[in-house]
Structure formats: structure tokens, C-alpha cells
């Protein structure tokens, strides 16, 4: 966290392999951040971890999409992976893609970092 703080574009393994070092690249050469899977997994949880308790969550966010990108982004708010929304919903991974794709753009938002503290109410 503080590396990202700090103006840090992307963290991956010291040993990751080639496609994974290109992805990484390209991505942060679009001024985007890059993380791995399971740091934004941790992310995810904390952000999760400071909503607050007594405050109602506001579903503003989700007046805009369809009931299947809500129910989507709920689930990738909430630390699901893709495989796991997949199968939760009885779709591709192809099709979680352009879902969340979809929700990303409409709420303006580039990551599931941003997703979850907005479905959460905390951006």
C-alpha cells in the first residue's frame, strides 16, 4: 500500500514469467497500476473491512447497470475471481470479462479496487 502511496505503477513477482512481465508492461505503459491477483485480493478484503458498520450502503451506483452487471459487480466487489463468478452465474469467464468491462466503463472506474469501494459506498 505504500508503495502505491508512494506513485509505485505495478508489483508482480520477481520470477514471473515472460507473458505475465509483457501484460505488466502494457499496462502500466497505459499509466494504469498493476498488481497481482492475490495483493488485489487483499485490497479487496480490507476495503470490505472499512465500510462501516452501522452506515447503510448506498446502491446509487448500481442504478445504471443491468441486473445481471449488479449482481456481477457485487460479486467481483465482494473478492470473487472470475472463475468463481463464472460458475456462480453459469457463464463464461469470456462473459465476466465483458460484464465487468461494461461496469468498469459505466461507472468509471479501472479496477476492482474502485469497484469495490464504490459498490461499498466508501468512494
Known amino acids: 500500500m505504500i508503495a502505491l502511496d508512494r506513485g509505485c505503477a505495478g508489483y508482480c513477482h520477481a520470477f514471473a514469467d515472460p507473458e505475465t512481465l509483457l501484460q505488466v508492461h502494457q499496462v502500466t505503459s497505459a499509466d494504469h497500476v498493476w498488481i497481482g491477483q492475490q495483493l488485489m485480493q487483499q485490497l479487496i478484503q480490507r476495503a470490505n473491512s472499512a465500510m462501516p458498520v452501522n452506515k447503510p450502503v448506498s446502491t446509487h451506483w448500481a442504478e445504471q447497470l443491468t441486473s445481471r452487471e449488479r449482481e456481477i459487480a457485487s460479486l467481483a466487489a465482494h473478492g470473487a475471481t472470475n472463475a468463481v463468478i463464472a460458475a456462480r452465474c453459469d457463464i463464461t469467464e469470456r462473459t465476466v470479462k465483458a460484464h ?20 461499498h459506498g466508501i468512494q
Open 100 to 119: 465487468l468491462s461494461a461496469v468498469f466503463e459505466k461507472l468509471r472506474v479501472t479496477d476492482r479496487l474502485q469497484l469495490a469501494l464504490k459498490v
